[in-house]
């Protein structure tokens, strides 16, 4: 399905955040109208990956540029694709600005609960109790919760959390996104994703780690 | 042709709407606010021109890049502190080749510095980005320049893909003078980056060293042949100048009037003035100080012009010059350095 060979680490969770998006896509024949931003960090590595027309943006902007785009082509499904730093840290004046305005675009975020591609650094998402290279002390605060934000923002924005331990979920929640776009509206999808290489959690482990993060992160659709 | 009698602000927005110009992304900031109000009051009778007031100049630098990526013709306007905040966005057109159009208020510098009027931002203008700093930037002496300028900027963003600034400053964009609005003027025509039945994937990051390397070759091969053909000045009286003066933007035009002053008083004075600083007109400023090599900048900033042509220079010349950074220059000014320092 995928375009070009996956330059994620094995085990990444965000090949499969894409697939979802890219069925979602295909399944209302919008592969052509889609345009695909990405941010800077692990997403960068998405570039070439779906048969969709792609570009990478710069960390934290890829939701002004898309904003952007989608004002110039307004028959565009504009899709901004951004990790949990990129959105909610060095971004978040754009992406609540772009809640608050309803702009018809869709985000789609990345929580892995790390920086992932700098090496595991503390993410605004970063667990209390987590250790990471700029934490070698447990982290003390509260995770940045996106969605639950923002949503108090825009009551007509279709704003979900989900995980990729569930695929029908994830499904659902990207064809309802593009849906919102389609009907003038803002949408945001946060999931849940695996990130072996700096959680250093086996595979077999990894669904258990998804598991508790929902914990702290409840999965559907915030109200 | 029409002939008007029109503040900078007023024409600087008529220029981008008869470049074809549908989308302005602006923040406010003096003294660049009046082109984002001008604008908005031409969106409420001409609906195919949009805006955006956003959250800072970052999202209105980036929602540029994503319009034009998009295929319509975009600028944002800013000044002194948002210049620097819009060197993330100038950044990603640098590497990406993006038809950004930004017109630069300069006010004066570093920081929050002064709110009118300044030629500090040169600089960034040019080399703001973490990069080469091939940008095509321009700087108006007068009103119509600041017409014919703006157009030309579009043009040369969509022709040759690469970032272009209207270097302008407050003094200007307040006055108001005689100008000409050539509406014949053939417009360059916007393309999209992407289409809807062709697949692309464009990066702004490389894995590979010497793949980056090729591309700024590439950049750099196309920024040479740009230079061949849109590097512009003014020689003025320089024929047989024993001094020539080099000045560019608003302080370009006070000088014009110093060097007609000297003149009379019998001082073979004339005046070199880059139209555009970036490419520079270097071959022009070689000719000319190959039999006038005693040149004087003029500018409002320590020495920013001065670097340039500097830097441009092959041949040798003996350089002194007037720096007053943030503060305007007037004629009289110049007439009595000149007369000073050059006996």
Redesign the interface.
């Known amino acids: 399905m995928s375009?070009a060979k996956s330059t994620f680490c094995p085990g990444c969770g965000q090949p499969m955040t894409l697939r979802a998006l890219h069925q979602a896509l295909k399944k209302q024949d919008l592969e052509?109208?889609a345009?695909l931003?990405l941010d800077?960090g692990c997403s960068?590595l998405a570039?070439?990956f779906l048969?969709?027309?792609?570009?990478?943006?710069?960390h934290g902007?890829v939701v002004?540029?898309?904003?952007?785009?989608?004002?110039?082509?307004k028959d565009?499904i504009s899709i901004a694709y951004a990790g949990d730093g990129g959105a909610y840290a060095i971004g978040l004046?754009?992406l609540?600005?772009a809640a608050m305005r309803d702009e018809p675009i869709t985000v789609i975020v990345s929580n892995n609960v790390v920086y992932a591609m700098t090496g595991g650094q503390s993410a605004p998402t970063t667990m209390i109790g987590q250790k990471t290279s700029t934490n070698l002390d447990p982290v003390k605060q509260e995770p940045m919760r996106g969605p639950e934000l923002i949503k108090q923002l825009n009551p007509h924005a279709y704003v979900a959390r989900t995980s990729m331990t569930d695929m029908k979920e994830l499904n659902h929640h990207m064809e309802q996104a593009i849906a919102t776009q389609q009907a003038g509206h803002f949408s945001l999808v946060e999931v849940l994703s695996f990130c072996p290489t700096n959680w250093k959690v086996a595979g077999p482990d990894l669904k258990a780690y998804v598991e508790n993060m929902k914990k702290i992160f409840p999965v559907g659709v915030c109200s | 042709m029409k002939r008007q009698f029109l503040t900078g602000h007023e024409v600087a927005v008529l220029a981008c709407i008869d470049a074809g110009a549908?989308?302005m992304?602006g923040y406010p900031i003096t003294p660049g606010t009046e082109i984002l109000t001008n604008w908005i009051h031409h969106t409420q009778k001409n609906k195919a021109l949009?805006y955006?007031q956003?959250?800072?100049e970052?999202?209105a630098?980036?929602?540029?890049?994503?319009?034009?990526?998009?295929?319509?013709k975009?600028f944002t306007a800013t000044a002194g502190p948002g210049t620097v905040l819009m060197q993330?966005?100038l950044?990603?057109a640098d590497g990406?080749r993006l038809p950004f159009v930004c017109i630069v208020a300069q006010r004066g510098g570093p920081s929050s510095g002064t709110v009118i009027y300044s030629q500090q931002e040169v600089n960034l203008a040019i080399h703001g980005g973490n990069g080469e700093g091939m940008r095509l930037v321009y700087s108006p002496s007068t009103v119509q320049e600041l017409y014919d300028m703006t157009r030309k900027t579009f043009n040369g963003a969509w022709k040759y893909r690469f970032p272009s600034v209207v270097l302008t400053d407050g003094f200007l964009l307040k006055t108001r003078q005689d100008v000409v609005l050539n509406t014949d003027y053939p417009n360059v025509e916007a393309e999209?980056?992407?289409?809807?039945?062709e697949?692309?994937?464009?990066?702004?990051?490389y894995t590979v060293e010497e793949e980056l390397y090729e591309v700024l070759q590439e950049h750099k091969r196309d920024f040479d042949a740009m230079a061949k053909e849109v590097a512009d000045y003014e020689a003025y009286k320089t024929e047989d100048a024993e001094v020539v003066i080099v000045a560019h933007g608003i302080v370009g035009a006070a000088t014009k009037a110093a060097v007609d002053m000297l003149r009379e008083s019998g001082k073979k004075v004339g005046l070199f003035r880059p139209k555009t600083l970036s490419p520079f007109p270097a071959e022009a400023l070689n000719n000319l100080a190959e039999h006038c090599p005693s040149l004087c900048i003029v500018e409002s900033s320590m020495g920013q012009l001065r670097d340039l042509v500097k830097q441009a220079l092959t041949v040798s010349a003996e350089i002194h010059g007037l720096y007053k950074p943030a503060v305007g220059i007037d004629v009289e000014e110049i007439v009595s350095f000149i007369q000073e320092n050059y006996q």
């Open positions: 375009h052509s109208k345009v931003g800077i960068l570039w070439d048969p969709i027309n792609t570009f990478q943006t710069h902007r002004a540029t898309m904003n952007g785009f989608k004002r110039a082509k565009s004046q754009s609540l600005w | 549908t989308h992304f949009e955006l956003t959250e800072d970052i999202a630098g980036f929602a540029v890049c994503g319009a034009v990526m998009a295929g319509e975009t993330d966005a950044s990603m990406m999209p980056l992407v289409h809807e039945k697949y692309k994937h464009i990066r702004n990051i």
